[in-house]
Nanobody, 123 residues
Framework: QVQLVESGGGLVQAGGSLRLSCVAS????????MGWFRQAPGKEREFVGS???????YYGGSAKGRFTISRDNAKNTVWLQMNSLEPEDTAVYYC?????????????????WGQGTQVTVSS
C-alpha cells in the first residue's frame, strides 16, 4: 500500500504561482511513477503530467510550458510547480502512483490516489 498526501493548494490571482507537494508513505516510493491530475466541477479528470523514477517527465497540453513536475526519492516527495496560472486552472489537484511502466496519462493506470488539494485562480 502507498498513502499519498497532497498540500499547497489555495487561492491565487491569475498570473500567480503555486507549488503543490505530494508526500508518499508505504512501499518504496522510488519504484513508482507519479502523476498529477486535476478535476474541475462538472468535468472529467484531466492528466496534468507525470514523472518516472528516472525523473523523465511528460505533460498534458494544458500544462506544457507553465507547469513543472519534480521528485526527490530520498524525501518521498513529488512537486507540481505551477506558473502563469489562469482561472481555467481552477480544480482539485490529485497526485497518484503507478507502476513504473509507461507515461501514465490515463487515470485508470494508477493504483493509488491522494485526497486532492483545491486550487482556485481568481481573475
Amino acid at each position: 500500500q502507498v498513502q499519498l498526501v497532497e498540500s499547497g493548494g489555495g487561492l491565487v490571482q491569475a498570473g500567480g504561482s503555486l507549488r503543490l507537494s505530494c508526500v508518499a508513505s508505504g512501499r518504496t516510493f522510488s519504484s513508482y511513477a507519479m502523476g498529477w491530475f486535476r478535476q474541475a466541477p462538472g468535468k472529467e479528470r484531466e492528466f496534468v503530467g507525470s514523472i518516472r523514477w528516472t525523473s523523465s517527465t511528460y505533460y498534458g497540453g494544458s500544462a506544457k510550458g507553465r507547469f513543472t513536475i519534480s521528485r526527490d526519492n530520498a524525501k518521498n516527495t513529488v512537486w507540481l510547480q505551477m506558473n502563469s496560472l489562469e482561472p481555467e486552472d481552477t480544480a482539485v489537484y490529485y497526485c497518484a502512483a503507478k507502476d513504473p511502466v509507461g507515461v501514465g496519462a490515463l487515470a485508470h493506470e494508477y493504483d493509488y490516489w491522494g485526497q486532492g488539494t483545491q486550487v482556485t485562480v481568481s481573475s
